[in-house]
């Protein structure tokens, strides 16, 4: 097995297996820009057949991260990113800086310590009561 580890799915079957690629075909098709690619996987009930339609995922490439979290728990502040962090009274907003984003989730590269609690599901509330309490003080 030379390739990446994939994850092969084929949705007749209902089922998901993981494979490894053996071989990349060098021609590529001149309309499609598609090459011949054999996957390499345990088939023990012999239901992986030739010819069945299946989709395969690659992992292009795989890091460790030491701070994610959801996509939602991010609101933009004044156009900055940032979290809600818990903290004795409740939350307090925290600037952050964003990495990449995979699956949902993104990486923060800056401002939030690794275990940190933050506000993941109802942020949006949070920075929507934020901008009560500072149209209140705009009087």
Avoid: C
Wanted: proline letters at 6%; hydrophobic letters at 45%.
């Amino acid at each position: 097995m030379v390739g990446p580890p994939v994850i092969v799915s084929a949705p007749d079957l209902n089922a998901k297996v993981d494979g490894k690629i053996g071989y990349v075909g060098s021609l590529l098709g001149e309309q499609t820009r598609a090459a011949a690619v054999r996957v390499t996987l345990a088939n023990p009930q012999g239901a992986w057949r030739p010819g069945l339609f299946v989709s395969v995922e690659v992992a292009a490439e795989q890091s460790s991260v030491a701070v994610s979290l959801p996509e939602s728990a991010v609101q933009s502040i004044e156009d900055k990113p940032s979290v809600f962090v818990r903290n004795e009274e409740g939350f307090q907003l925290a600037p952050v800086t964003l990495g990449r984003r995979d699956g949902g989730h993104v990486e923060i590269v800056k401002g939030l310590a690794v275990g940190t609690q933050v506000a993941a599901a109802g942020s949006f509330i949070l920075k929507s009561e934020l901008g009560k309490g500072s149209a209140e003080h705009a009087h």
